[in-house]
Structures are given as C-alpha cells and as structure tokens.
C-alpha cells in the first residue's frame, strides 16, 4: 500500500507542476473554457488522489467483527479487502481528464491494475494521460490507456475484466451493464442524470439564481450533475424567474478562453434543439424567444410531463421551470424522474433543509449548493435508477474496487463440536430451548426466565473449549449519538490513565462499528477480565480513524466517554470515566456530544 501511494504521489505532483499545459489540452479536446478545465477537471483529480495518498492505507486495513458470543467462544472475525484484479474503466468525453483519472487512481489504490478506455472525442487528453502515466514511472503494465468507441468498449468488456467502472450515458450503461452481466463482472455505472433544484420562498433569493444559472449553465449543461429541472415556489416564481432571465442574458457563450458556455459539438447541439423543438411542440414557451441554433442557454416553462426534454437523458444548455404549492408537491415534483444523481433545495431554514434533502431521492443533495457536492474527496458520489449504482469518492470507492473477505479465526482444539456430526436428538432439542430463550418464546420458559436461561447456556457452552482463555465478563456500551450522525463510532477501552482518552496505542482495546443511516444509538459488546476501565468514544465522520481536532486542541467530533463526565476546559481524565466490571455482564450508556 505505501509503494503505491508513492506513485500516486508522484502522479499528483506531476499534474500540479503540468497543471496549465494540462487544462489547455483538455480545453481544447472539449472546448470548455479553461477555468472549467482547471477547476473542473484538474483540481477535484488532484485533490482525490491527495485524499487517497493519506487515507487508502487506513480504509483498506483488517477490521474486526462482532459476534454472538455464545455461538463462537473462541473465535474472532475480520474483514479484509482485496483487489478485484484488472479493473476496466471507461471515461467520457465531458470531463475527460476527472472522470478518467479518479476511477483510475482509486482502483490502483485498491490494489488493482488498470485498462482505462478513454473517449474517441478526447484522444489529446488520452494521450496526455498515457504520457503522465509513463513520466511518473509506473510498473509497466500497471495502466495501459486506450481510447476509442463502442467497438473498443465491447471487445475489452468481451475480454473478461475482474471489474468495470463506466461513466457515460444511461443508455450506454444500460448496454455496458448487459455485457458484463453475461459473464457476472461486477460493474459501477455512474451515468446521466434530471437533476432538479427546489426553490422554497424563504431562500436567499441572489444565491438561487446565481448557483442555478451556474448548476444549469456551466459547460453548457454538459454536466452529469447539471440542474435539468427547478420547482419554484408559487409566491416567488415571477421574480425569480425574472431575475434569471437577466443573468442568463448577461452569460457569454464561444471559443474565448474565459466565454461562460463554450459551443456544443454538432451532434450534441443537435440533439439539444431537437428535445427543446419537441418540448415547443408540445406547448412549451421559451426564453429567449430569438434563435437559439447557437446553442446558447434555454428557459423553458410549460413544459408536459411527456416531453421527451423530461423523460429522454440532455446534455444541453436547457433548464425546465415549474412551480409548486407547498413542499409534499415540491419533494413529489423532484422525484418523478426516473433519474436520480444529485439534486439541490435552496431555503434559510436549516431544519427544513435536512428535512427535504432526506425525502429526495436522488444519491445525493445539496443545500443551498450546487455541482460542488462531487468535489469533496471524503464523500461518496453516485446515482440512483437511470442515474446508475455504485458509488465512488470517499471510502466506499476504495471498497467498491475490492472485493471484501471475511475471516473466522478459531483457537478451539476440541475435536467435536455441537453443530457437527452426529446429529443428535438430544442435540437438537438442547438447540431448540436455546432458540426459545434466547428470541423471547413465551410460556413456561418465560415464567422461568431468571433461571433456565443460565442453564441451558451452561449446559450449550460446549461450543468451548475447556482449555480456553480466562474468565470474561461481557460489557455492552449502550452510545447515545448525535443527531446528525454519520460515519464510523469508534471506541477505545483503557485500563489506566496512560493515553485516555484517546491514544489508540495504550488502548487494551479499541474499533470501528459503522453507524446506520438515521441511527439514534449504537450498541457495542465486549468480553473483558473483570477489572477497572473507561472507555471513551467518538463519531468518526470523515473515515480517518482519528479524532479531528482544531488548533487549539477542541474536537472537531463529537465525542463521549463512560459516566458521561460534565463539560470541562480539556479533555476528561481516566479517573471520572472509570468504573469497575465484576463477573456479571454488564450496560454502560454513553452520551456523544458536540464539543466535549
């Protein structure tokens, strides 16, 4: 892992020290303006692989696991990642460099090697790729780029990959999804999207029609994550609409390095007017009225659920306004595409915010933000129904270029077990009141509740081995998290003040449990020696498996700890977290909190 993230170090380096010559390469495969390429292109690229450099080796490290205690007594299991082997990855032409380069780096990241079939209508920023890739001096073979068309992409597809990774349109990852499905290659699609954007009445109303005339407009709408589609709310639809009829006016489009939208291909401008004709057609209305055979930017109102600018995929400069009543019609309104990538809600009210985002069902949202939401290198990126499956960025994109293997290590030397051979009835009724007691079956068991248990678990406990390990008492942490919780929970059990609370290394014991979406709480168990501990926990919100804190020391994660100690300057001290386990299980509840 660190051989390669010293190649990727020097891949990062080399692009920043080429960043200029790189984006005017790719400007002029794409004839975006350079900005775009710079930002766009260059500087999400760089800072993924920044990302990946720092953090592959800690996502990618064993993980231990659970288990019920009772039915594997000296056993352990973990987690590991492994490489698929030769990942395929195919780019698109609209972002030619990001949407090549950051799969590429991620599946190297993951210990894979690497076919990246670029673009036909990029073959400069394919080849200046295949040029970085021989400067850096990466093993021979490790990459080997390629770019062509639909007929390069099925013979290599043909060719058996251990994995594929495609960026492209939906109806082309539908195709790419068939293929692979014929010799179960598993595949990430990362495809087109609708995006809509809500506008509720309380929003700051300068920032919406700016973010969406940027969201709609940049690369002229040649962005996966484009606003496609904005529901306005119906008190404020006439000046917002009004006001983004003057900033779309003022917006240039050309070939000059700094023109806000650069001309589309003739095929792409083809396609372009002939799903906003259909809309006209339909009934729709336009803005601006004059000829738009340019390929300037388009606003459509009036526009018919059936038209095929709504149900078709767009890589245009067209943006489709309607308004709604209240929010129930607005999350309504967003979601009836059968594209889900990203979206965006546009409101002051926070609560309200995180309320619509968690209704839209788009793989990820934005408040009071557009397009930036797929910059962030922490982040998972990817879409939902047409819009594709898998996700990348993040930690799930080094896990979605592996693949995962559990491992059960037992220390057991008995020579029979109660699950093996023969199958007994006394064997079979002993596991039968087990059942029973253990998932709550009324009646008599019930009534003896207290007893019976403890003795068919002593009588079943031959699943151990005499020779085993001490006594050991289980100990379940009961976390109270945050409301906004997301992430890992990690924990780290001491068993004197040395390195509490939060020095891993003098832990007796510390792990990573992932927190569910919209969980409240978190259980974890532990068997431990009786003795005196504290234990000290803490939510794990980018995957660093570190505690964040700013420059004076303040945690910038929530953060908890047993006895749940009062707030002080600096964090608590071993002796008020301590507590003492005897031989009886026992519940300790944790309280996370901002700002210990």
């Known amino acids: 892992m660190k051989e390669r993230c010293v190649y990727l170090g020097r891949l990062r380096r080399e692009i ?23 930002a766009g292109d260059l500087l999400v690229t760089l800072e993924q692989i920044r990302y990946y450099e720092h953090h592959a080796a800690k996502i990618l490290q064993p993980r231990r696991n659970g288990k019920p205690l009772f039915l594997f007594r000296g056993a352990r299991f973990e987690t590991r990642f492994e490489p698929h082997g030769v990942a395929l990855v195919c780019g698109p032409s609209n972002y030619p460099f990001q949407l090549a380069v950051i799969p590429m780096i991620t599946a190297l990241a993951a210990g894979n090697t690497v076919i990246l079939k670029c673009s036909e209508s990029a073959p400069e920023t ?6 970085l890739v021989k ?6 073979d490790l990459v080997q780029v390629v770019h062509g068309g639909p007929a390069e992409a099925e013979a290599l597809l043909d060719a058996s990959p251990d994995f594929v990774f495609f960026t492209g349109s939906s109806s082309h990852g539908q195709l790419v999804a068939q293929r692979a499905a014929r010799q179960l290659i598993p595949t990430v699609l990362e495809l087109g999207g609708k995006d809509a954007s809500l506008v509720f009445e309380d929003c700051h109303l300068d920032r919406a029609v700016e973010g969406i005339a940027y969201g709609a407009f940049s690369n002229s709408g040649r962005v996966c994550v484009a606003v496609k589609r904005v529901y306005v709310h119906k008190s404020i639809i006439e000046e917002f609409v009004a006001r983004l009829k003057v900033r779309i006016s003022a917006l240039s489009v050309g070939d000059a390095p700094d023109s806000d939208l650069c001309p589309l291909s003739s095929a792409a401008l083809s396609l372009h007017l002939e799903l906003v004709d259909d809309a006209l057609s339909r009934g729709a209305v336009r803005f601006p009225t004059e000829d738009i055979a340019t390929g300037g930017p388009v606003l459509l109102t009036g526009v018919p659920a059936e038209a095929r600018i709504l149900t078709e995929e ?24 059968a594209f889900a990538l990203s979206s965006s809600v546009w409101t002051r009210n926070e609560t309200r915010g995180r309320r619509v985002a968690a209704q839209m069902s788009a793989g990820s949202c934005a408040v009071n933000d557009v397009i930036r939401v797929i910059a962030n290198p922490y982040a998972s990126f990817g879409g939902n129904g047409r819009s594709g499956y898998g996700r990348y960025h993040g930690p799930e994109g080094l896990r979605s270029f592996s693949r995962i293997k559990t491992v059960m290590h037992t220390n057991n030397r008995k020579a029979d077990q109660i699950n093996w051979f023969p199958f007994t009835l006394r064997t079979r009724n002993q596991l039968t009141q087990l059942i029973r007691v253990r998932h709550g079956v009324g009646g008599l068991l019930a009534q003896m509740g207290r007893v019976l248990p403890l003795a068919v678990l002593a009588t079943l406990l031959c699943f151990q081995s005499a020779a085993q390990a001490p006594h050991a008492t289980r100990l379940t942490a009961d976390v109270k998290l945050t409301d906004d919780a997301q992430g890992e929970l990690a924990y780290l059990i001491f068993t004197s003040a040395p390195g509490f609370p939060g020095t891993k290394e003098k832990a007796y014991l510390h792990g990573f449990l992932p927190i569910p979406l919209h969980s409240e709480r978190v259980k974890f ?15 794990d919100l980018n995957d660093n498996h570190k505690l964040d804190h700013n420059a004076i020391g303040i945690p910038r994660e929530p953060v908890g700890a047993s006895n749940n100690p009062k707030g002080r300057f600096g964090p608590p001290r071993f002796s008020e977290c301590a507590f003492s386990l005897g031989n009886s299980a026992q519940t300790i509840a944790i ?3 901002k700002g210990l």
């Open 314 to 337: 767009s890589f245009g400069p067209a943006l489709i306004i309607k308004s709604f009543r209240d929010e129930s019609e607005a999350i309504a309104l967003a979601n009836s595409s």
């Open 525 to 539: 168990e532990v068997d431990l020696p009786p003795g005196t501990y504290a234990v000290s926990v803490y939510e």
């Open 16 to 38: 920043a020290l080429q960043c200029d010559s790189i984006s005017a390469v790719i400007a002029r495969d794409t004839r975006k303006p350079l900005l775009d390429a710079l």
């Open 126 to 131: 394919a080849a200046l790729i295949a040029e």
């Open 135 to 140: 400067r850096v001096d990466f093993p021979q």
């Open 591 to 593: 309280n996370v909190v």
